[in-house]
């Protein structure tokens, strides 16, 4: 059976045909996806929404609300984390029976600590977004200013070339 190299086009190929002739004739683009939407077998959707730790079946260890100080709460979940592995050393040592119980605990704050550091994450956006756009009006800013300063000096060679041509 020969197959060919590439596939046909597919049949919507045809809307843009008068495309040459008049750019207008072409319809359309669909619509952004507001919502949900299946992908690939999978739903998604298009908000941004970070879903809450008891959504996902994991006890929450650090206080709810939107007043959470995330510096303090991470450093607090980092002590807890060490101080966990600490203690999964000694169980291993001590009492190998009890290790899933304490690699369930240290899971917890992994998740806990991994739910914070994307809390952090939109404003962690909006920062970089910022530095980059302030990073870009100085380097625009110094290249005004090479401009004219470049123009300052070919101003003055034209000034001194003008000079010596009306003085002899």
Request: aromatic share 6%; glycine share 6%.
């Amino acid at each position: 059976m020969a197959t060919a190299t590439y596939p046909p086009p597919p049949p919507y190929y045809r809307l843009y045909k008068d495309h040459l002739e008049d750019p207008n004739s072409a319809p359309e683009p669909p619509p952004p996806i507001e919502g949900t939407y299946v992908s690939f077998g999978g739903n998604y959707t298009t908000e941004d929404v970070l879903p809450s730790l008891e959504e996902q079946g994991v006890p929450q260890l650090y206080p709810k609300g939107p007043n959470v100080d995330y510096k303090k709460e991470l450093r607090s979940l980092n002590r807890e984390l060490q101080l966990h592995i600490l203690e999964l050393a000694d169980v291993l040592v001590e009492r190998p029976s009890q290790y899933a119980k304490r690699v369930g605990e240290i899971s917890s704050i992994f998740k806990n600590l991994h739910h914070l550091l994307n809390s952090v994450r939109p404003h962690q956006a909006r920062a970089t977004l910022i530095h980059i756009l302030e990073l870009q009006i100085q380097r625009r800013k110094q290249a005004v200013e090479d401009i004219k300063r470049r123009r300052e000096e070919a101003q003055g060679l034209l000034r001194e070339a003008l000079g010596t041509l009306d003085g002899h």
